[in-house]
């Protein structure tokens, strides 16, 4: 297969603007960008299909440039939102950018030599333009007509907010586009870029700026979009009841992220598969047959997991994870460090308790599970030893007398409690 036929195999071209324009583009190497709004100090389970289409292309020869957008995040794309955002302050972009472009270099590599992968930042040529030089240098260029007719204007105008009272579209909003545009002939005109990538919501933008670049430069630049990262039932990927998958360990710990890949609908993993990993369509196909056979076994979703978790956390970060499944299936916890069990338990609530409690032997395990939250009462407590539910890294606790001591440590601070089948609480003796 081409590249070109493998992103389509994969499902990953939604539209393009010229098919055998690109094609014909993509025999030699180029320049492809993409896009990244910083919000947040951290990417999401949504940003990753950019990054992972800008690694494809980079993979296969090409350049790929991830564009943070610093100025056009002070604004907040209007491209499938129904209100206007909440504007950042420079200093919160500032720092959220840094993060960012910490985060991408797990998926690019930016010592790659001719095709080495490139971060840049668009309040770099953006913030120094006055306001007049924007109007008669860019502004003129963009027909009004054109853009009411993009869907991320249209969808807007006339729109009634919940109080009842006229929505619309603030001029702020409504001049993101003008500045997206700009992005793409100022990238052209610096590093010879001439294919934009985006998710399908950004179809607007995009040709919008294939548009300015004919009108200022006459140069001839491509674009194509990627499909949103949703469930078969419509809603997009990435959420959970606590909120977004996010990349960073410290927001999505490596075990939650794990488990969100690996309970993906059967109906959604072969679509994940084929999208998210970097595994060879055979093995993929391999998986899709197994799923058929024997659909209880997850096979798919374990493969799933294991290679985004790998990808997205490193080796150590899926050891974590993996070490972090089998706990919460049972296994013993021991041989780990106050870090290793921080990073497995990092959304299990903890209380800090002084070290003298273990020395003198005053702590029974009673006591343990209402100090760590695991029993309302002593008595609760008491109920949950006799019926066989109290485990101390997860070893079953028969005696209500049983005293915790230094013996009880799981590593060199902490002593793991369980209360019946799922529910943990650590204590940190300080």
């Known amino acids: 297969m081409s590249f070109l036929s493998d992103l389509r195999w994969r499902g990953l071209i939604h539209q393009t603007t010229d098919d055998a324009g690109i094609e014909a583009q993509l025999q030699q190497p180029r320049t492809v960008y993409a896009g990244f709004d910083p919000t947040a100090d951290s990417l999401h389970v949504g940003s990753l299909m950019g990054l992972l289409v800008l690694r494809r292309f980079q993979s296969a020869g ?8 610093g100025a056009t995040g002070m604004i907040g794309d209007p491209s499938g939102k129904s209100d206007e ?4 302050s420079k200093e919160d972009l500032d720092g959220n950018v840094t993060g960012l472009a910490a985060q991408m270099s797990r998926f ?8 080495a992968a490139e971060i840049v930042n668009n309040y770099d040529w953006t913030g120094p333009w006055t306001y007049l030089e924007f109007l008669r240098d860019i502004g003129k260029n963009f027909p009004v007509n054109v853009m009411l007719a993009k869907d991320s204007v249209k969808s807007r105008l006339g729109r009634e907010n919940d109080d009842g009272k006229s929505g619309g579209m603030s001029y702020t909003e409504f001049s993101y586009m003008l500045l997206q545009a700009y992005d793409f002939v100022h990238l052209h005109k610096t590093y ?7 998710g399908s919501d950004q179809w607007g933008n995009i040709t919008a700026g294939i548009d300015l670049a004919r009108r200022m430069a006459g140069a001839q630049l491509y674009g194509l979009t990627w499909p949103l ?12 009841e606590s909120g977004a998958v996010w990349l960073d360990a410290d927001r999505t710990s490596p075990y939650a992220f794990f488990q969100y890949w690996f309970n993906v609908d059967d109906a959604d993993v072969g679509g994940c598969l084929r999208m998210l990993t970097e595994l060879e369509p055979e093995e993929i196909e391999t998986l899709d047959a197994a799923r058929q056979d024997d659909p209880g076994g997850r096979a798919s979703q374990r493969r799933l997991a294991e290679e985004l978790t790998r990808l997205v956390h490193n080796p150590a970060g899926l050891a974590i994870a993996t070490r972090a499944t089998e706990i919460f299936f049972g296994a013993e916890i021991t041989n780990l460090n106050d870090a290793q069990l921080g990073q497995i338990f990092a959304d299990v609530p903890s209380r800090e308790l002084a070290q003298s409690q273990l020395a003198d032997g005053s702590l029974t395990i009673v006591d343990a ?11 609760e407590a008491r109920r949950t030893v006799g019926q066989g539910g109290a485990y101390i890294n997860n070893r079953r606790i028969d005696g209500i007398d049983t005293a915790l001591t230094k013996d009880h440590l799981a590593s060199e601070t902490v002593v793991v409690l369980r209360s019946g089948k799922k529910k943990y609480a650590l204590l940190r003796f300080c």
């Open 192 to 198: 010879g870029c001439e294919l934009q990538a985006g």
């Open 369 to 379: 599970l209402v100090e760590a939250g695991l029993a309302k009462s002593k008595g």
């Open 62 to 69: 090409h350049k790929p440039i991830a564009l943070v957008g």
């Open 85 to 88: 955002r909440n504007l950042l």
């Open 229 to 240: 990262l949703t469930k078969s039932d419509g809603t997009k990927m990435g959420k959970t």
């Open 108 to 115: 690019l590599d930016f010592d790659a030599g001719s095709h």
